[in-house]
């Protein structure tokens, strides 16, 4: 790889709607970024482990390990300590389990609010504040 080339920055989504989760990918990925999928909690945090990514999309509402769980998990962790998470609920966030911004989220979006716009400048602020 060229040194002067950028590295994509890293982004995994826990999202168990795969049609939603192939929306978020596609966006994404066209902007820059390169994306990983998983559509249960366990395969999230898998994703999270081995990829290390400089953000994760997490949905709370998925199968197997519940999205706060995922994230107590990632907190808990040395690895996962300063990984950024931005939680994409159909729950309004006072429904939410508790604690979640606690944890350490860079914001709550609910998915019933949120336009695919408003999912590229989300992740942008987060990952490029320098360019917006």
């Known amino acids: ?15 168990d709607n795969a ?11 066209a902007i820059g970024y390169t994306c990983f999928i998983g559509y249960n909690g366990i395969t999230g945090l898998y ?3 081995k990829e290390l990514p400089d953000l994760v999309l997490l949905d709370l509402m998925i ?3 519940a999205g706060d769980k995922v994230l107590e998990t990632i907190r808990k962790s ?21 604690g979640l ?19 590229d400048q989300f992740v942008n602020n ?3 504040p320098d360019a917006t």
Not at 19 to 29: G, H, M, N, S, V
Not at 78 to 98: F, M
Not at 111 to 118: G, S
């Open 47 to 49: 994703f999270i482990q």
């Open 101 to 119: 911004r606690q944890l350490g989220i860079e914001d709550y979006i609910v998915k019933a609010n949120m336009t695919d716009d408003m999912l």
């Open 19 to 29: 049609d939603l989760a192939a929306i978020y990918k596609t966006r994404l990925e």
């Open 63 to 65: 199968p197997d390990i």
């Open 78 to 98: 040395d690895w996962g300590r300063d990984i950024k998470v931005l939680v994409i609920s159909n729950l309004n966030e006072s429904e939410a389990p508790a």
């Open 1 to 15: 790889m060229n040194p002067t080339t950028p590295v994509s920055q890293k982004i995994v989504i826990v999202e």
């Open 126 to 128: 987060v990952l490029r």
